[in-house]
């Protein structure tokens, strides 16, 4: 899968990198970089080789031209990080205002100098703040591969904001991250945070960022610029040429491929609310989840097997522990399921799910770790703790996955343990809760 990303403005430390021997393939000088941008954001910045990063900023006439030479100030000194290179990290931005506008696109620039240039150049335009227009037009004309994106590289958007947008952010957030697409939110002075929560990814915690003032912007620009770059990494970590560390030495995301393919049997179903309240992009985004988990094991009859089951008024079987013997038919059926809709009767469907992995027992001739992967948006229209607590006394380990309006305390019914409750308040944050997931299975559980 590639990853695209949209940056509103943020930086993370990553705890695995932390006194470790790293390679630094940069020929950069480190103690003059370390004085001029901060040693966490150094350790964190030499190492990212490729990405396509687009700031969005907020031209609006709330921002006096002092404001917005501090938030030129800001930009220059974030972008002074990276390595700016065509084959490397691609750098655009769009000032919007009443509309949005193309300061430059990604591949307009193709060094640094030049780009740090055309920031100080940046024209204050004035007008209103529609965000939401913004987001949308990063989308559709500048995570494009006609106008320069690249295809398997990490993709960040960073909103920087000081007022309460004019226009819904909610909606072109959600297609934004759906395309693959990091957003990172900063708000100044008088931004919303109901919408910074709204646009940011998750977790929440990692994205927004909120500063009283724009001078405030300057101690910030350390800390997000190490998130930033932190975040690329991560998501282009498949490609770890740029470093050399040992397996154990990397985070959970690095190590759960190879860990999941050595844990050697296991039976695994997942249980998903095929409600009405479910959109088909929803539902997609379902599907583009279990997908994922799937392909971090290794499938087989002798190995991990892999059922799904589907529930609204009623449950439905769509295939088997034993139907499919590897990923990619697995994974072909999954992307063919229909999203028909209809009630939530979560607690029929938990207690419809004895019999399948009694069944699993049988069909395996001997007993090995079981999982039940359970997603939801919302309350169950019957009882869901007895069906649950029967299926534990069963040996089952259960996941319980929230999504917007789903109940919690029949999450924590559901899962029966805090640990395996998760919640999200959109779909597309799914893929946020799964390493907690595959790492309890693969490496916690052991094998």
Do not use: W
Request: with cysteine; glycine share 6%; hydrophobic share 35%.
């Amino acid at each position: 899968f590639s990853v695209p990303v949209l940056v509103l403005f943020c930086c993370i430390y990553p705890r695995h990198l932390k006194g470790r021997s790293v390679k630094i393939l940069s020929g950069i000088n480190r103690s003059v970089r370390q004085k001029r941008l901060g040693t966490a954001a150094v350790a964190e910045c030499e190492n990212v080789t490729v990405g396509d990063i687009v700031f969005l900023v907020d031209g609006s006439s709330s921002i006096d031209d002092k404001s917005f030479q501090d938030i030129r100030t800001f930009l220059r000194n974030t972008i002074q990080g990276f390595e700016i290179d065509p084959n490397k990290v691609q750098i655009g931005l769009v000032q919007y205002s009443d509309d949005p506008y193309p300061e430059f696109q990604l591949t307009d620039h193709r060094d640094k100098n030049s780009l740090l240039a055309a920031v100080e150049n940046l024209t204050h335009r004035g007008g209103g703040t529609k965000t939401g227009a913004a987001l949308h037009f990063a989308l559709k004309n500048i995570f494009t591969e006609e106008k320069g994106s690249r295809k398997d590289v990490p993709k960040v958007a960073v909103v920087i904001t000081d007022g309460e947008s004019q226009d819904n952010v909610k909606e072109p957030a959600i297609a934004l991250r759906r395309a693959g697409v990091t957003v990172f939110a900063v708000g100044i002075k008088e931004a919303n945070k109901a919408e910074l929560l709204e646009m940011a990814s998750y977790p929440k915690s990692k994205f927004v960022f909120t500063v009283d003032s724009f001078v405030k912007l300057k101690p910030l620009k350390e800390t997000l610029q190490a998130t930033l770059c932190n975040t690329i990494i991560q998501i282009g970590v498949q490609d770890r040429e740029t470093f050399l560390i040992s397996c154990q030495d990397l985070t959970p995301v690095v190590c759960f491929s190879s860990a999941c393919k050595e844990k050697d049997q296991a039976d695994i179903f997942f249980l998903m609310d095929d409600s009405g309240s479910i959109t088909n992009e929803d539902f997609s985004d379902m599907q583009k989840f279990i997908i994922e988990i799937l392909h971090t094991f290794r499938i087989g009859p002798d190995h991990v097997r892999m059922g799904l089951v589907k529930y609204s008024d009623s449950p439905s079987l769509q295939f088997d522990l034993t139907q499919h013997s590897d990923a990619k038919t697995m994974e072909n059926v999954v992307k063919k399921i229909i999203h028909e809709g209809g009630g939530t009767n979560t607690g029929e469907a938990l207690s419809s799910m004895k019999g399948h992995f009694e069944n699993a027992k049988t069909s395996r001739g001997y007993k090995v770790s079981e999982y039940l992967i359970v997603i939801t948006d919302g309350q169950s229209q019957d009882e869901v703790k007895d069906p649950a607590e029967e299926l534990r006394r069963q040996g089952v380990i259960i996941y319980a996955i929230g999504v917007k309006s789903s109940n919690d305390n029949e999450l924590n019914e559901i899962a029966g343990d805090p640990k395996r409750k998760f919640f999200v308040d959109s779909f597309d944050a799914l893929k946020t809760v799964k390493n907690n997931i595959i790492r309890e299975i693969c490496i916690l559980e052991g094998n």
